[in-house]
C-alpha cells in the first residue's frame, strides 16, 4: 500500500500564490504517475496537474502558465506551485498517485487539502 500525506494548502487572495506538498510512503516503488486533482463544490473532480517517473507534464487547460509541478524522486515527494491564483481554483486538491505512466487510473488518493482563494 501508498500513504499521501498532503499540506500547503490555505486561504489566499487572489492573484497570490500557494505550494502544495504530497509525500508518498510504503510500495513507492510501484509509483509512476503523480499528482493533483481538485473538487469545487457542486462540480466533478478535474485532473489538474500530472508528471510521471520520466519527467512528462500533463496539465489542464485552465491553470497552464499559472501551476507548475515538480517531483522529488528522492523524498517521494510531488509539488504544485500555483501562482495568480483566481477565485475559481478554490476548491480540495486530492493528491494521487497511479502505477502507470498517466494519472487518469488513480491507484491512491490523499485526503485532500483546502485552497480557498478569496477576491
Known amino acids: 500500500q501508498v500513504q499521501l500525506v498532503e499540506s500547503g494548502g490555505g486561504l489566499v487572495q487572489a492573484g497570490g500564490s500557494l505550494r502544495l506538498s504530497c509525500v508518498a510512503s510504503?510500495?513507492?516503488?510501484?509509483?509512476?504517475?503523480m499528482g493533483w486533482y481538485r473538487q469545487a463544490p457542486g462540480k466533478q473532480r478535474e485532473l489538474v496537474a500530472a508528471?510521471?517517473?520520466?519527467?512528462?507534464?500533463n496539465f489542464a487547460a485552465s491553470v497552464k502558465g499559472r501551476f507548475t509541478i515538480s517531483r522529488d524522486n528522492a523524498k517521494n515527494t510531488v509539488y504544485l506551485q500555483m501562482n495568480s491564483l483566481k477565485v475559481e481554483d478554490t476548491a480540495v486538491y486530492y493528491c494521487?498517485?497511479?502505477?502507470?505512466?498517466?494519472?487518469?487510473?488513480?491507484?491512491?488518493w490523499g485526503q485532500g487539502t483546502q485552497v480557498t482563494v478569496s477576491s
Open positions: 494521487a498517485v497511479s502505477t502507470t505512466d498517466t494519472l487518469m487510473i488513480v491507484a491512491r
Open positions: 510504503g510500495r513507492t516503488f510501484s509509483i509512476n504517475a
Open positions: 508528471i510521471n517517473s520520466g519527467g512528462s507534464t
